[in-house]
C-alpha cells in the first residue's frame, strides 16, 4: 500500500513537472539591436569587458555569466549604516540572486547606463586576481522628469577561475568619493524597493 | 531581510551588557582566500551598536532569577585584540566591569577604542565606544534597567589631490526599559498554563553625522500572552507593541522641528491538534509605521546628493502584512506530510522621493511528503509554487510577476552498515512577466535542473571512499528580441571519486579525482558555444613521525582545455575546435612543530585543566600556471608563490585569563602586485584579563 502511494506520488510530481514547467517561446534577437555578445572568460580582464558590455547594452543575461555562483558584495561602512537603511540589514546576504534582482531594477529603470571601470592588480596568483578598481556609474533614468544620477567609489574585485572561466566572486566597496553615491548605495536602494 | 524588519522590539531588544561583551571574529589569514560567510559590514558589531544606538535600544533581562549573590561582586576585564595581513593592521583595547550587589542589581561599564590602519590604501578607522547600564531584579516577575552608550564611528580617506574625506557617525543614547514577565500561574482552572510579560520602554539619542546633528526621544511598550488549553492541545500566542519618537534635526542652514516616528504591530499565533497526529499552525502578523526625518537629496535612482543644503524633511508609510498557515500530519509512522500556505504584503511609500515606492504581494504554497520504506529507502518529494507581485509605482516601468515552481525528490539509502547512497534532483521554473513589456521588454523565464548522487563506503577498515555524480542545467529564455541575443543553455556535469587510506596513526592519504565538463550554447548564435573540460587530481600525505611534528605535501593538478563546436567548412557538420590548453600544479608543503604542549591540573579534583602550547610552523606554497594558445601556438608561464614562517600558541592562564597568538612572516612572489602586497606580517592575537 505504501509503496503504491509513494509511487503514486511520484508519478503525480513527475506527469506535473512536465506541463508546469513549460517555458515560453523567445522572439529571435533583433540583429539591428547592438546587443552584447558572448565574451568568453579567459582572462581576468575579460572580467571587466563582459561587465562593461552588458551593462552598456543593458543585458543582464551577460551580466548574468560573469558573476560566479558564490558572489558576495559588501558595501563601504558608512553606506551601512545610512540612516536610509535604518532598521533593515538590506546588505544581509548579499548573493547572486540578490545582485541579478537589483542589476534588472537598475537597468529597467534606466534610459542609459555607461560605466568606466579602471582595474589594477593588487594580488595574482594562478586562479585568483584581486583588482582594486576605481568606477564610475552614470544613470540616465526613464522617469520623467528625466534626470542623470553619477555614481562613484572605489572597490575590491576578487577575480576566481572556475572550471576554466573567470568570474566575480566577491564585489568590496572600500572608499567613497567625495559629494558622490557609491554604486553599493544605489544597490541598496534598489534592494530596499525589491525586499521593503 | 525579513517579513518583519522594522519590528522595533526584535530589533532593538539587545543586551548592552551582552552586546559589550561580544568580541568580533580576529581577521586572519591570507587576504586572497576571503571567507564568504559573513561579508556584509551590517552584521558588525560596530554598525550594530551604532545602529542600536540610533535607534534606541532597550536592555534584554535575564530569563530567570539568578540566585542572590552574597556581598557584592566586582569583575573588571580587559581585552587586547590585534590583527593584522596584508590588507590591514588594527588594534582594539576594551576594559569591562560588572559588579553584582545582594540587592539584585547588576552594572555593567564597558569602555573600548579600535583602531585600523591600512596598508595597500590610504584610509584609517578609528570606532571608540563607551556603554554603561544597570539591571535591576526586583522580585521574580518584574527588572527594569537604564542603560548609556556612547559610540563613535571615524573613517578618514586620503582623496586624490592630497586631501582627507572624513566620515562621522557619532551617537550618544540613554535607554530605560522595565519588565514585568508572569510566566506561571498554578491555580488558573480554564486554563492549564497562561504566561504573559509587558515591557515599557524610553530612550533619548543625541546623533552627528556629517551634514546634521539629530535629537531623538523616543518610548515603546509591548507585551505579549500565550496559553493553553486543558481538554485538548490548543495553544494560542499574541504579541502587540507600539512605539514613538520625537525627533529633531539641524544643518548649518536650517532646523527641523516635528519629526518623528510610529510604530504599530502585532502578531498572534495558535497552534492545534485537530485529529490523531494532524496539527495546525496559524501565525498572523501586522505592522505599521510612519517615520519623518531629516533626509539627504537623491536623484531618481537614489544618488545622495552632499552638502547641507540637500537635506529636507521626508515621511516615510511602511505596512506589512502576512498570514501564514501550516498543516502537518503523520499519516503513518513511515509517512508524513506537510503543507504550508503563505500571503505576505509589504508597501514602502515617501511623501518626496516618491521613485522610492513599492509594493511587494506574496502569495506561497509548498507542499513535502517524507516516506520510509520498509527497506529503509527515506525518500522526500516537495512542491514549492511562489508569485510574488512587485509593484514599484506608477513612475517606474519596472513592476513585474515573479513566478517560481519548484518540484525536487530526493533518496536516501543505507546499503549496508558500511555503504551508504543519496539521490537527489530538482526542477526550478523562475517566470518573471513585467506589467509594462513595451516599455520594459525584460520578461524571461529561466530553468534550473540539477541531478546529484553520492555513494559512499568504507571498503576496509583502513579505506573510506566516496563517489559523486551530478548534472546542473540551466536554460535562460529571454522573450523579446531586444533581450533574446543572450539566450542560452548551460549544463555541468562532473564525477568526483576521493579515497582516504589510513596506514596507522601516524600517516593518512587522501586523494580525490575529478572530471568536469561544461557547456555553455548560446540558442540564436550557432558560433557561440563553449566547452570547458577539466581534470582534476589532488594528493595529501599527512604524516606525523613523532608526536610533536605534523608534515604535511599537498599537491594538486588541474588540466583543462576550452573550445567551441564550429561548422565544418566542408561538411557543415558541427566539430569540437580546441583553442586553449592550461595547467596548473600547486604545491603545498607544511611543517607544524609542537615545541610545548602542557596540561596543567590544580591540586585540587575540581580544578580546571590549563591548556598550554606553542607551535613552530612553516608553510610554502608554490602554484605554475601553463597557459598554451592553440590556434597561434603560442605558451604562457606565470608562477607565484609564498612563504610563510612563524608561530601561534595558547596559554591558559588560569581564572578566565588567556593569550592566543599567531604571527608569521609572509613573503609572496608573483608578477603582479604591490612590494606592499608581496613581504607582510600575519598576525593575531586576543588577550584576555579578568581581575
Redesign the interface.
Known amino acids: 500500500m505504501?509503496?503504491r502511494?509513494?509511487l503514486s506520488?511520484?508519478g503525480v510530481?513527475l506527469a506535473?513537472?512536465g506541463c508546469?514547467?513549460d517555458?515560453?517561446?523567445?522572439?529571435?534577437?533583433?540583429p539591428n539591436?547592438g546587443?552584447?555578445?558572448?565574451i568568453?572568460l579567459?582572462t581576468p580582464d575579460d572580467v571587466f569587458e563582459a561587465m562593461t558590455c552588458a551593462l552598456e547594452s543593458e543585458?543582464?543575461?551577460?551580466y548574468?555569466?560573469v558573476l560566479s555562483e558564490?558572489f558576495?558584495?559588501?558595501?563601504?561602512?558608512?553606506d551601512?549604516?545610512d540612516?536610509?537603511f535604518?532598521?533593515?540589514?538590506?546588505?544581509?546576504?548579499?548573493t547572486k540572486t540578490v545582485e541579478m534582482d537589483v542589476l534588472?531594477?537598475?537597468?529597467?529603470?534606466?534610459q542609459t547606463v555607461a560605466v568606466d571601470f579602471t582595474p589594477s592588480?593588487?594580488?595574482?596568483?594562478?586562479?585568483?586576481v584581486?583588482f582594486?578598481v576605481p568606477y564610475q556609474l552614470v544613470?540616465v533614468?526613464?522617469?520623467?522628469p528625466?534626470?542623470?544620477?553619477?555614481?562613484a567609489g572605489?572597490a575590491q574585485f576578487?577575480v576566481r577561475n572556475e572550471?576554466?572561466?573567470w568570474r566575480l566572486?566577491?564585489w568590496?566597496e572600500?572608499?567613497?568619493?567625495?559629494?558622490?553615491?557609491t554604486w553599493g548605495?544605489?544597490k541598496?536602494?534598489?534592494?530596499?524597493?525589491?525586499?521593503? | 531581510?525579513g517579513f518583519v524588519?522594522?519590528m522595533?522590539w526584535k530589533?532593538t531588544a539587545i543586551s548592552i551588557a551582552a552586546a559589550s561583551l561580544s568580541v568580533p571574529a580576529i581577521v586572519r589569514g591570507d587576504?586572497?582566500?576571503?571567507t564568504?560567510q559573513d561579508?556584509?559590514?551590517?552584521?558588525?558589531t560596530?554598525?550594530d551598536l551604532?545602529?542600536r544606538a540610533?535607534?534606541g535600544g532597550t536592555v534584554d533581562t535575564p530569563d530567570t532569577v539568578a540566585s542572590a549573590p552574597i556581598g557584592i561582586r566586582f569583575s573588571p576585564s580587559y581585552l587586547n585584540l590585534i590583527s593584522g595581513d596584508?590588507n590591514s593592521i588594527g588594534m582594539k583595547n576594551a576594559f569591562q566591569t560588572t559588579m553584582l550587589t545582594p540587592f539584585g542589581s547588576t552594572f555593567n561599564f564597558y569602555v573600548s577604542a579600535d583602531e585600523r590602519h591600512y596598508r595597500?590604501?590610504d584610509?584609517f578607522?578609528e570606532n571608540k565606544q563607551l556603554s554603561a547600564s544597570v539591571l535591576h531584579v526586583f522580585n521574580l516577575f518584574t527588572s527594569g534597567s537604564i542603560g548609556f552608550l556612547d559610540s563613535r564611528?571615524f573613517?578618514r580617506?586620503v582623496?586624490p589631490g592630497g586631501g582627507f574625506?572624513d566620515?562621522v557617525?557619532n551617537d550618544q543614547s540613554v535607554t530605560a526599559s522595565g519588565l514585568y514577565k508572569r510566566t506561571h500561574r498554578p491555580h488558573s482552572t480554564p486554563l492549564r498554563l497562561l504566561r504573559f510579560d509587558a515591557t515599557a520602554t524610553g530612550a533619548a539619542v543625541q546623533g552627528e553625522?556629517t551634514y546634521k546633528n539629530d535629537q531623538t526621544l523616543a518610548a515603546g511598550g509591548f507585551g505579549g500572552v500565550s496559553t493553553e488549553l486543558r481538554s485538548r492541545f490548543l495553544r494560542i500566542d499574541a504579541r502587540g507593541g507600539r512605539r514613538e519618537t520625537w525627533d529633531r534635526s539641524e544643518t548649518s542652514l536650517a532646523e527641523f522641528d516635528g519629526l518623528g516616528s510610529r510604530e504599530d504591530s502585532l502578531s498572534t499565533g495558535l497552534l492545534t491538534e485537530l485529529g490523531d497526529s494532524i496539527f495546525v499552525d496559524a501565525k498572523y502578523v501586522y505592522y505599521d509605521a510612519t517615520?519623518s526625518?531629516a533626509?539627504?537629496a537623491?536623484?531618481?535612482?537614489?544618488?545622495?546628493?552632499?552638502?547641507a543644503q540637500n537635506v529636507f524633511e521626508e515621511t516615510e508609510t511602511?505596512s506589512?502584512r502576512g498570514t501564514v498557515i501550516a498543516l502537518r500530519a503523520k499519516v503513518?509512522n513511515?509517512?508524513r506530510l506537510t503543507v504550508t500556505g503563505n500571503h505576505d504584503s509589504?508597501?514602502?511609500n515617501y511623501a518626496v522621493q516618491t521613485?522610492?515606492?513599492?509594493n511587494?504581494v506574496t502569495d506561497g504554497l509548498k507542499g513535502s511528503?517524507l516516506?520510509t520504506?520498509?527497506w529503509r529507502t527515506v525518500?522526500t518529494?516537495s512542491?514549492e509554487n511562489t508569485e510574488t507581485l512587485?509593484d514599484?509605482g506608477p513612475?517606474?516601468?519596472?513592476s513585474y510577476n515573479d513566478t517560481r515552481?519548484r518540484?525536487s525528490?530526493g533518496f536516501r539509502q543505507r546499503v549496508s552498515k558500511t555503504m551508504s547512497m543519496d539521490v537527489s534532483g530538482s526542477?526550478m521554473?523562475t517566470?518573471?512577466e513585467?506589467l509594462d513589456p513595451v516599455?520594459?521588454p525584460?520578461?524571461?523565464?529561466q530553468?534550473d535542473n540539477n541531478v546529484a548522487v553520492r555513494i559512499g563506503s568504507r571498503l576496509h577498515p583502513n579505506l573510506e571512499t566516496s563517489v559523486s555524480l551530478s548534472y546542473l542545467g540551466s536554460?535562460?529564455?529571454?522573450?523579446?528580441?531586444?533581450?533574446?541575443?543572450?539566450?542560452?543553455t548551460r549544463e555541468?556535469y562532473e564525477l568526483r571519486p576521493a579515497f582516504i587510506y589510513t596506514f596507522s596513526d601516524r600517516f593518512l592519504i587522501s586523494q580525490s579525482y575529478g572530471v568536469?565538463i561544461?557547456h555553455?550554447d548560446?540558442?540564436?548564435?550557432q558560433a557561440?558555444n563553449?566547452l570547458?573540460?577539466?581534470l582534476i587530481f589532488t594528493n595529501k600525505f599527512d604524516y606525523r613521525p613523532t608526536s610533536r611534528i605534523a608534515l604535511i605535501f599537498d599537491y594538486a593538478y588541474n588540466f583543462?582545455?576550452?573550445g567551441s563546436y564550429l561548422p565544418d567548412e566542408v561538411t557543415g557538420n558541427e566539430e569540437l575546435s580546441v583553442q586553449?590548453e592550461?595547467r596548473?600544479d600547486?604545491i603545498l608543503l607544511k611543517l607544524d612543530y609542537h615545541v610545548m604542549s602542557r596540561a596543567v591540573k590544580g591540586p585540587l579534583p575540581a580544578d580546571p585543566v590549563l591548556e598550554r602550547d606553542l607551535w613552530f610552523f612553516a608553510e610554502e606554497q608554490y602554484?605554475?600556471?601553463e597557459d598554451r594558445e592553440l590556434t597561434s601556438d603560442t605558451k604562457r608561464v606565470?608562477?607565484?608563490g609564498q612563504i610563510k614562517v612563524g608561530a601561534r600558541g595558547d596559554y591558559d592562564f588560569g581564572n578566565g585569563r588567556s593569550l592566543t597568538f599567531s604571527m608569521a612572516r609572509v613573503k609572496r612572489f608573483?608578477?603582479?602586485?604591490?612590494e606592499a602586497?608581496k613581504d607582510f606580517w600575519d598576525i593575531s592575537s586576543a588577550f584576555n584579563y579578568p581581575f
Open positions: 505504501a509503496t502511494l509513494g506520488l511520484l510530481v506535473m513537472s508546469l514547467f517555458t515560453r517561446e523567445a522572439r529571435p534577437p533583433d539591436s546587443g552584447c555578445g558572448a568568453s579567459t543585458q543582464d543575461a551577460a548574468e555569466r558564490r558576495v558584495f559588501s558595501p563601504t561602512q558608512e551601512s549604516l540612516q536610509t535604518a532598521g533593515t540589514a538590506v546588505y544581509a546576504n548579499w534588472r531594477l537598475m537597468l529597467s529603470d534606466a592588480v593588487l594580488i595574482n596568483q594562478t586562479t585568483f584581486r582594486r544613470v533614468n526613464v522617469a520623467t528625466t534626470d542623470t544620477t553619477r555614481y572605489v576578487d572550471g576554466g572561466n566572486t566577491f568590496d572600500i572608499e567613497t568619493v567625495p559629494n558622490l553615491s548605495y544605489l541598496g536602494i534598489l534592494r530596499l524597493r525589491l525586499n521593503p | 531581510m524588519r522594522g522595533f530589533a587576504q586572497a582566500t576571503p564568504y561579508t556584509t559590514k551590517t552584521t558588525s560596530l554598525a551604532a545602529r540610533a535607534e596584508v595597500l590604501q584610509k578607522d564611528v573613517n580617506s582623496i574625506q566620515y557617525f553625522r517615520r526625518w533626509d539627504q537623491q536623484g531618481s535612482l537614489g544618488g545622495q546628493q552632499g552638502g511602511r506589512a503513518w513511515q509517512l509589504q508597501l514602502n521613485t522610492r515606492y513599492s511587494t511528503v516516506y520504506s520498509p525518500a518529494i512542491l512587485r514599484l513612475l517606474s516601468v519596472s515552481k518540484v525528490i526542477t521554473l517566470r518573471s513585467y516599455a520594459n525584460r520578461d524571461r523565464d530553468v536554460e535562460i529564455i529571454n522573450i523579446d528580441q531586444s533581450q533574446s541575443e543572450n539566450n542560452r555541468l568536469s561544461e555553455t548560446f540558442t540564436y548564435t557561440n563553449f570547458d573540460r577539466n583543462h582545455d576550452n586553449g592550461d596548473r600547486r602554484s605554475r600556471f606565470t608562477t607565484d608573483s608578477r603582479f602586485g604591490s602586497e
